[in-house]
């Protein structure tokens, strides 16, 4: 097999390290990855945009697969531009990704089909989306409907807020022609559920739980994540058998009604309030960072995994996980997720993986002359395995003491939950 991985971050480092762990692969490409994911694979120049370059690169390296990692190539239509060239592609249909790419489609397939998520209106029209925020009480939910990197979504506590984030949007902050979704406030608890689809059968995965604020205490900004581990102790087989039932099935159901087949990753980002799930959104690729986590505990075949799901087969596929918890700490650049500087040095990077625990994702690194440099938002990601969470907490945040760059900061309590209920 030659599989080509299409992203630069720590998922897609995470990827690589699973799939080269498999007997049957060949090579191992990735485009245009980064100094982390040469360890596994060859990086090739290709911007994840250009659709032409990854298919003739792909055919004159008799590509198998492409597994693609961020939502803005699959939301483009990377898979069916290549599929129409028989390349086989592991990301939904560009129809199939509308579950990311509009929460209005979301939303509407939910209430189709009876699946538990909040309340929602969408409006084209910045007066009336503002008479109907008078009706409702804070915290105001506030949703662009497109792509919008994680930031199309504002949570305010007072009406002024509420209306300065509809004329942000209707301003075109987060790309022209948007419509606003406003939606009632979820309480409870947060979960990344992942599944994966050939179409026919529904694999469960498994679950993590991110951190989207950017300090300690769920404080500050949203970000694309700050940390994950894996899986939460929420996640008792109950609930999971309520998420299939009420939340997964139901959705790839009611797309199969609309004529549209769903294959690959799904990752529905949830919300749980006294065991009972809600759905936040969809994602329809693999999450960052909680992947980093996740591929850590896979102990069955990734290149299989995705053979199977493509051939339509996954209810023969053997899923086995090991008995152990992950997490990932997430390393950022000091300004994140607005303006930051780049291109410091990093050091420590072997020390810390000496550590037989411990391994370190890329997510936003270059070579500059030579040296290995910061220059992302998120700069790696420290990922641990152990028997327990408190002991994978413990080896990924001394490792994440050997290492050093100006402008590195991180959170200190990932996992806090999980550990404020076993203890
Ligand atoms: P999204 O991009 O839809 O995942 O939203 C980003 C974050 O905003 C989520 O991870 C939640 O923390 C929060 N959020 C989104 N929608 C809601 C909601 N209806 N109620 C409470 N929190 C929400
Ligand atoms: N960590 C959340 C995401 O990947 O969207």
């Known amino acids: 097999m030659n599989i080509l991985i299409i992203g630069s971050g720590g998922r897609e480092h995470a990827i690589a390290m699973a799939l080269s762990k498999s007997p049957n692969n060949n090579r191992l490409f990735a485009l245009p990855g980064n100094p982390g994911i040469r360890e596994?694979?060859?990086?090739?120049?290709?911007?994840?945009?250009?659709?032409?370059?990854?298919?003739?690169?792909?055919?004159?390296?008799?590509?198998?697969?492409?597994?693609?990692?961020p939502e803005v190539p699959i939301c483009e239509g990377i898979s069916d531009y290549l599929k129409g060239d028989k390349i086989d592609v592991f990301a939904p249909s560009q129809e199939a990704s509308k579950l990311e790419s509009s929460k209005k489609f979301t939303k509407e397939i939910a209430f189709e089909n009876n699946i538990p998520t909040g309340k929602a209106k969408w409006f084209n029209n910045q007066t009336e989306a503002s008479v109907y925020l008078e009706k409702l009480e804070a915290p105001y939910v506030i949703k662009a409907d497109g792509l919008a990197a994680g930031k199309g979504v504002a949570i305010c506590e007072n009406i002024k807020d509420a209306n300065n984030s509809l004329i942000d949007i209707f301003d075109g902050k987060f790309g022209s022609g948007q419509s606003v979704l406003i939606e009632d406030f979820l309480y409870g608890e947060e979960l990344s559920y992942f599944a994966i689809t050939d179409g026919k059968e529904i694999l469960?995965?498994?679950?993590?739980?991110?951190?989207?604020?950017?300090?300690?205490?769920?404080?500050?900004?949203?970000?694309g994540g700050m940390g994950a581990y894996c899986p939460p102790p929420m996640l008792s087989s109950e609930l999971e058998n309520k998420i299939m039932m009420q939340i997964l099935e139901p959705t790839i159901y009611g797309l199969k009604k609309r004529g549209i087949e769903y294959k690959g990753i799904l990752f529905a980002g949830l919300m749980v309030k006294e065991n009972e799930p809600s759905l936040i959104e969809y994602n329809i690729r693999f999450g960052d960072p909680e992947t980093q986590a996740l591929l850590m505990l896979l102990k069955s075949d990734f290149t299989e995994l995705l053979i199977e799901t493509m051939n339509g087969n996954i209810k023969n596929y053997n899923l086995e996980w090991e008995k152990k918890r992950a997490i990932t700490v997430v390393l950022a650049n000091n300004g994140y997720p607005s303006q930051y500087n780049t291109n410091a040095e990093i050091h420590g990077i072997k020390e810390a993986e000496k550590d037989p625990n411990v391994k370190i994702f890329h997510a936003g690194t270059s070579i500059s002359n030579g040296a290995l440099t910061a220059t992302g938002g998120r700069v790696l990601n420290v990922?641990?395995?152990?028997?327990t969470?408190?002991?994978?907490?413990?080896?990924?945040?001394?490792?994440?003491?050997?290492?050093?760059?100006?402008?590195?900061?991180?959170?200190?309590?990932?996992?806090?939950?999980?550990?404020?209920?076993?203890?």
């Open 40 to 69: 596994y694979c060859e990086c090739i120049d290709i911007d994840v945009s250009n659709f032409r370059e990854i298919k003739n690169f792909s055919k004159n390296n008799n590509i198998d697969l492409v597994i693609v990692g």
């Open 204 to 223: 469960p995965l498994i679950g993590a739980q991110d951190h989207k604020r950017l300090l300690d205490k769920d404080e500050g900004p949203n970000t």
């Open 383 to 387: 990922t641990s395995m152990a028997d």
């Open 389 to 423: 969470l408190e002991e994978a907490r413990r080896h990924a945040y001394s490792a994440i003491e050997k290492i050093s760059y100006k402008g590195k900061i991180y959170r200190n309590d990932i996992a806090w939950r999980a550990l404020s209920k076993i203890t």
